[in-house]
């Protein structure tokens, strides 16, 4: 091991790359792409991400997308500019692939929200019920879970089950409710999990926001809560909101999802007016903390050193990746 890696392996466990200096002189995108070919690696980017991060990825968007994209990735290395969970999914779908992260810390709160251990003696008492998680799930919530499904697909993977078949859907208890009404399934019942990004937009603030802006479009994901929802005039994905800027005539939106997605929609309608939806606190916009650590500096370390490594064992490989496939069959079977 060189002195420099053995540096970066350290400085990786106790602070996630943060004691490493970057040459300030360097152009980061010209070395990350230079990388890119050297390792034969590629560079998947969730909507989220920072707008530098974003304009060096090979593919950028949902869940389902990344998901689809990281089983058709040819590289040698699979770099997922996104939170923990969604690498671990790369990995499910590609064991025999280096994944990295470019940071470790880079969690997700709907994720920790729900426990395997925990949701293992939940299950437990529902024996007859088969398990729907979002795919904002650990990757050992996985192993315990029937199908995954993401915003994108969540109603048609819903309704690919039988009406009688009674229903546990994890973590998102928002996304959950949503599904209820969209679908009419009584027989589903609910983890109480959130996404820490999408529970605190204030009804208060986004209809002073629509006063000021009676023209605008409200659009929300539907990992908000019920009463922001009843709002929207539309409800997608953060695919499916994209889509809708891109083809609603309206010139204004606010936006009431993770701020980050607002950089592609001003890419693809740069002559519409994008506002972000109003939290509950003092920021002018919402971020997701977990998705903002990663950061183009990280990036490029990560890929020089292959580092963090996403490692996981081969039976959570195994039984985790089932959930996943399942769910890619009934995307492709929609058209999705």
């Not at 959130?194 to 002073?208: A, D, G, L, N, R």
Request: net charge negative; hydrophobic share 40%.
């Amino acid at each position: 091991m060189t002195t420099d890696l053995a540096l970066a392996t350290r400085n990786l466990e106790s602070n996630g790359f943060l004691d490493l200096d970057v040459d300030p002189t360097l152009d980061l995108f010209e070395e990350i792409n230079r990388l890119k070919k050297e390792k034969n690696a590629i560079i998947l980017a969730h909507y989220y991400q920072e707008p530098d991060i974003q304009d060096i990825a090979d593919y950028i968007g949902d869940s389902l997308g990344l998901s689809q994209q990281a089983v058709q990735a040819e590289a040698d290395i699979i770099v997922f500019a996104g939170v923990h969970f969604m690498a671990e999914t790369a990995k499910m779908l590609n064991p025999h692939k280096k994944v990295i992260l470019p940071d470790l810390k880079a969690g997700c709160s709907l994720a920790d929200s729900c426990p395997a251990p925990v949701f293992r003696k939940f299950k437990e008492q529902h024996p007859d019920h088969i398990v729907v998680s979002y795919i904002n799930c650990t990757a050992e919530l996985k192993t315990l879970t029937d199908i995954c499904c993401t915003s994108t697909n969540a109603v048609q993977v819903i309704n690919s089950i039988p009406m009688d078949q009674p229903v546990i859907f994890a973590p998102d208890i928002n996304l959950g409710k949503y599904l209820q009404k969209k679908t009419g399934r009584e027989n589903m019942i609910l983890w109480n999990g959130t996404c820490m990004v999408h529970e605190i937009f204030s009804h208060e603030k986004i209809v002073k926001l629509q006063q000021r802006h009676p023209n605008a479009k409200f659009i929300a994901h539907p990992e908000c809560e019920p009463h922001i929802l009843e709002m929207a005039d539309f409800i997608g994905s953060t695919t499916g909101l994209l889509k809708y800027t891109m083809n609603d005539p309206s010139s204004e939106f606010i936006v009431a999802t993770e701020v980050g997605i607002i950089h592609q929609m001003e890419l693809k309608s740069p002559h519409k007016t994008f506002i972000p939806a109003p939290p509950n606190n003092t920021c002018a916009c919402n971020e997701c903390p977990h998705m903002k650590r990663n950061t183009l500096e990280k990036l490029y370390l990560s890929m020089k050193y292959e580092l963090p490594e996403i490692l996981l064992s081969d039976w959570v490989i195994k039984e985790g990746r089932k959930s996943i496939d399942r769910m890619l069959e009934i995307s492709a079977k929609a058209g999705l």
